[in-house]
């Protein structure tokens, strides 16, 4: 079955380390997110790619980064200069063009990962 | 000014009674509206798009108010498994992404 995988689903950082997240997907989107989940709030959007080898900030960018060298995989690096790193992250794909009548645009989530620094 | 507002809740309702959540948004150029419910520590789901003419899924009733700029989701019937974050979301513009309201908590009471 075709889907989305975070791993790990549990992660500890210690303060100063950077660290990976993994997503991947078998869906053949071309599209894929990554959103940051606080208690209490929404989902903000950290960086998103549309296309392999590009990809373009979203609303809280800072002190991450990502790369999108396969279209199946788009790795979160959380550095040692995002202050407040302990959140519930969650990736996310999209097929091109999808906005027919009674879509979500297509989006599909994986399972999430839960970062805590310790 | 939140771009995507709702009432965190909690809200605690006996099962089989109706329950009614509103949601603002303050872009008018938003054109697609969702309702997802989100269980304590999982992913968010879609539960239900939002039409301007309104629509019904079994028990769930979404209604959406451009001139106010509002959409609504009614639960009826309500059971012990509907217990669970409701998520207002709506698109950002004229481009595919989201916008992500802070989600309404629902308690089912037995």
């Known amino acids: 079955d075709g889907g989305i995988t975070q791993s790990p689903k549990y992660l500890f950082r210690k303060e100063g380390q950077n660290v990976t997240l993994s997503c991947e997907q078998n869906?053949?989107?071309?599209?894929m997110y990554w959103y940051r989940q606080d208690p209490g709030q929404g989902l903000r959007l950290i960086y998103y790619?549309?296309?392999?080898?590009?990809?373009q900030k979203g609303d809280i960018a800072e002190g991450y980064s990502v790369s999108r060298e396969k279209k199946e995989s788009f790795p979160l690096t959380v550095t040692s200069a995002q202050k407040n790193p302990t959140a519930f992250y969650l990736c996310?794909?999209?097929?091109?063009?999808?906005?027919?009548?009674?879509?979500?645009?297509?989006?599909?989530f994986g399972s999430g990962t839960r970062l805590t620094v310790v | 000014r939140k771009e995507v507002e709702q009432d965190p809740g909690p809200f605690n309702v006996p099962e089989g009674a109706t329950v009614a959540f509103n949601c603002t948004y303050s872009n008018s150029a938003s054109q697609s509206f969702f309702w997802y419910r989100q269980d304590c520590r999982k992913e968010p789901k879609l539960l239900m798009s939002?039409?301007?003419?309104?629509n019904e899924d079994g028990r769930f009733t979404a209604q959406l108010n451009r001139a106010s700029q509002y959409i609504s989701l009614l639960i009826r019937d309500s059971k012990l498994s509907d217990s669970a974050t409701y998520l207002c979301?709506?698109?950002?513009?004229?481009?595919?992404?989201?916008?992500w309201g802070a989600g309404t908590k629902l308690i089912i009471k037995p």
């Open positions: 979301v709506v698109n950002k513009g004229s481009n595919y992404q989201l916008i």
């Open positions: 790619s549309q296309i392999v080898n590009d990809f």
């Open positions: 939002v039409y301007s003419s309104g």
């Open positions: 869906l053949n989107h071309d599209a």
């Open positions: 996310a794909s999209r097929p091109p063009g999808q906005a027919y009548r009674g879509s979500n645009y297509g989006y599909t």
